[in-house]
Nanobody
Framework: QVQLVESGGGSVQAGGSLRLSCAAS????????MGWFRQAPGKEREGVAA???????TYADSVKGRFTISQDNAKNTLYLQMNSLKPEDTAMYYC?????????????????WGQGTQVTVSS
């Protein structure tokens, strides 16, 4: 059974940094895509960053240059380093995984989801 567990969320002032982690278990980590998504109240879930097992990454335009996605295959853990945070980054952040090879920021492309971790950025 695939399990994804996020951690690292919290409250921070604008300009600050947070690092999110997602511990994965129950599937062949080396043959998948993983991504970070976020959903603010009243808004649709949107893709933030994604990474394929060969290291190829993609980012939403709104976070390019500020966020970095990475993975530690030995620990089966996905990370999202978030720098220069803005109030508009406030949302519930979700980790997602899929066994396919197509790298995507579309939520529909992912099968497995974590429960989310809240990020709040104050001005």
């Amino acid at each position: 059974q695939v399990q994804l567990v996020e951690s690292g969320g919290g409250s921070v002032q604008a300009g600050g940094s947070l690092r999110l982690s997602c511990a994965a278990s129950g599937y062949r980590y080396s043959t998948s895509c993983m991504g970070w998504f976020r959903q603010a109240p009243g808004k649709e879930r949107e893709g933030v960053a994604a990474i394929r097992s060969d290291g190829i990454t993609t980012y939403a335009d709104s976070v390019k240059g500020r966020f970095t996605i990475s993975q530690d295959n030995a620990k089966n853990t996905l990370y999202l380093q978030m720098n220069s945070l803005k109030p508009e980054d406030t949302a519930m952040y979700y980790c997602a995984a899929d066994l396919g090879w197509s790298l995507s920021l579309g939520p529909d492309a992912y099968t497995y989801w974590g429960q989310g971790t809240q990020v709040t950025v104050s001005s």
